[in-house]
């Protein structure tokens, strides 16, 4: 079987292993995963949709003229559509993939993953199972947290005086398709992250440079696979119209 067909297969069997959250030390695992990927990383994910906001309603309000009307909502639906998920992802692929990556490639270079398959722990429950789910779950609740900060920041930036009417304008994009859409992203873009730093990781052989190798490959596939996933979210539309 071929080397990239197998780490597949691995992965395979890992999602295979949800049972296995069942047991006390798996969940915890998971816990510790969630609280890495996804608490550590509120303050940047903060200073990143406050920078986001405020540039918006700068560029699009005080440069460029725009009615803070138009600028707040289309603000929502880009956020909504495209930023708010693709910068999540992005922020969360630079800050988690490679410390993943090398954490499991190091099991697998000092032999500590063997060491626990004759210990009878089940290394892909215990390893890739809580970082596979932690990822994505992160992702859509970061994705969250950077929108509501980012509209935050901007209304707060571009409105003196807060008023109805322009609340009711500024939510016309929030539809159930762009909140689907949303979330679809962030989880899709979530578990590319995640596969793409524990495939890095499993396939690490050798000694301690493969595990710096395994970090950079993590990110560089992860980035690769973002990237083509949301070229094909947007170009979904067009092939599915009639010609």
Known sequence: MPPVINLLVQLCHALGRLPALRRAPVQA???????????RALPGIACLGAA???AAVQQMHHVYGANVDFTLRTLLQLLLSELAPLLTALFLLTRSSSGIAAEVAA??????????AAMQVDPLAFVLLPRLLAIPLASALLTLYLLLIAQGAAVLYALDAP??????????PLTPAMALLCLSKSLLFGALTAASSCLAGLAAEGDWPAVSQASARAVLF??????AADALFALLPALWSPA
């Open 29 to 39: 695992a998971l816990g510790r995963q969630l609280q890495q990927c996804g608490l």
């Open 222 to 227: 992860g980035l690769l696979a973002i990237v």
């Open 163 to 172: 008023d109805q009417a322009t609340f009711y304008s500024m939510l016309e």
């Open 107 to 116: 099991l697998r270079v000092h032999g500590e993953w063997r060491t626990l």
């Open 52 to 54: 986001l906001g405020l």
